[in-house]
């Protein structure tokens, strides 16, 4: 089969997204051929295996913020090459501008679409993005963007929800197609070879990994090791999500005289299973996990894990692998569950180990990539409404930044939808503004709904306020 990713992230990016998106097209490129179109440096097509083939696309940022060049060179640039590979189907994972774009060409040649969603329709602006900027969570409110996300949906064949609270969501957004519950993967052999730690060691440590982010609530974990005893360690493994939080982390750590509190920083993906291997228990406060890649990584490890009631604990975890306590658990409750399990006999210790590993045993990138295979020959042989798709496409095109580009695509969709109707039978498609106006805005905020995306927005708007009162000052003193 052939099959095309999207992604607006580079190879080295951050975040679970990213990591899923691309091994995900690796897993995928053991049996079939892929083209993982993504952001790059400059447009470019090269091999990583003989079944995998990048196509980048030149984009600006860093490696966990990238901004595609959506110009008529650059969208001709990706339909030529979609073209040549011919895809069987074209998978992405957010409703971002080079998802669009395929999305439009495969409207277009009658290919199933399918996205993954990473989050939670309804609730796009509750991953922490009020603590970086109010403007931002607004503008992600809005209606006119709350369009722009219905619309993309609704032109995709089917959405992958990785649990069902995930799938719910997506219904309550209005979604009416087909959604298929299929959880994200990861390498259990890596992990799987993690020797289990002993209850007796003189030292026992905890640990979370994941952003450092108020939404995150390591503040929580904090207060937590106030009521264990010195002889338990916290370590805090993960990239800051801004500094502010990480320095009220690290204020709080300092006023309680919290020696055995470490935060780590980023580590290399690769460093994973060894810290896990060192450590007794997870621990989590999130307010919100879709899936976390760290708590499956932890079960698959060994490691039980003891967290408040998320979507993803609620999904995972029970006392069969650690200990899952209400939402509105305090500090204390989840000191008290980890001395409780710290307790256990070694026999008893290890035998949550094992059922930690059993939980996600089937979790590995195979059995994923076999579950999202059968969905995919699913909706290949159901016929889809093409003309009703087809009629869609107008509202996707209107989203391109500017009138040149909307006018290549318009032509680029007519001259298809000509050739497919052998000239006859179709209506024409038209641009439905040819202003250059929100449009633009509409992409850039899909990009600014990245983590770090977030962050430079809240920078440019503060650049911008204090540049505001530079030229206010300026009047005054004139």
């Known amino acids: 089969m052939n099959i095309a990713f999207t992604t607006l992230y580079r190879e080295n990016s951050s975040g679970g997204e990213a990591r899923v998106t691309f091994e995900l097209a690796e897993a995928f490129a053991r049996k079939n051929k892929v083209l993982l179109i993504r952001s790059g440096s ?27 060049y959506l110009s008529v060179k650059n969208i001709n640039y990706i339909f030529n090459h979609l073209s040549a590979f011919s895809p069987q189907v074209i998978h992405a994972h957010a409703p971002d501008p080079l998802s669009l774009t395929a999305q439009i060409w495969a409207s277009l040649h009658h ?30 409110d809005s209606k006119p963007l709350q369009k722009f996300f219905f619309n993309f949906f609704k032109n995709c064949d089917a959405m992958i929800a990785q649990n069902q609270a995930v799938k719910d969501d997506i219904r309550d957004f209005g979604y009416k197609g087909q959604i298929f519950i299929i959880p994200n993967g990861r390498n259990l052999t890596l992990y799987s070879q993690c020797k289990m730690v002993r209850l007796s060691d003189k030292r026992k440590r905890l640990i979370f990994i994941g952003w450092i982010a108020s939404h995150k609530n390591q503040q929580f974990l904090i207060e937590m090791m106030k009521a264990l005893p010195p002889d338990f360690e916290l370590y805090l493994v993960g990239k800051p999500y801004g500094s502010q939080y990480q320095r009220d982390l690290l204020r709080l750590i300092q006023h309680h005289h919290l020696s055995n509190v470490k935060l780590v920083g980023q580590i290399p993906c690769e460093k994973v299973p060894d810290y896990l291997e060192k450590s007794h228990f997870f621990v989590s406060a999130s307010k919100m996990e879709i899936q976390s890649l760290a708590v499956i990584e932890a079960l698959a490890s060994g490691t039980p894990v003891v967290g408040l009631s998320n979507e993803t604990v609620d999904e995972l975890v029970d006392d069969s692998v650690g200990k899952k306590l209400p939402a509105k658990a305090s500090p204390q409750d989840l000191a008290q569950a980890v001395l409780k399990l710290s307790n256990l006999t070694q026999a008893e210790y290890e035998k949550l180990c094992r059922k930690a590993r059993e939980r996600v045993g089937k979790m590995d990138w195979t059995d994923v990539a076999d579950q999202t295979e059968k969905a995919y020959r699913q909706i290949m042989r159901r016929k889809s409404k093409f003309n009703e798709k087809v009629a869609r ?86």
């Open 42 to 68: 400059s447009n470019r097509i090269w091999r990583k295996n003989p079944n995998l083939t990048h196509l980048e696309i030149k984009s600006f940022g860093n490696n966990d913020l990238a901004f595609p």
């Open 111 to 140: 290919i199933p679409f399918f996205c993954t969603t990473h989050e939670m329709p309804t609730k796009r602006g509750d991953l922490g993005t009020k603590d970086i900027s109010k403007t931002l969570a607004k503008i992600i």
């Open 393 to 478: 496409i107008e509202k996707s095109i209107d989203v391109f930044p500017d009138q040149p580009t909307r006018n290549f695509v318009l032509k680029y969709a007519n001259r298809t939808l000509a050739k497919l109707k052998g000239g006859k039978g179709y209506q024409k498609l038209k641009v439905l503004s040819k202003k250059t106006r929100v449009p633009y805005l509409y992409l850039t905020i899909i990009l600014l709904l990245t983590i770090t995306g977030g962050a430079t927005f809240n920078v440019v708007h503060w650049l911008g306020k204090l540049r505001k009162k530079k030229t206010s000052k300026k009047i005054i003193d004139d």
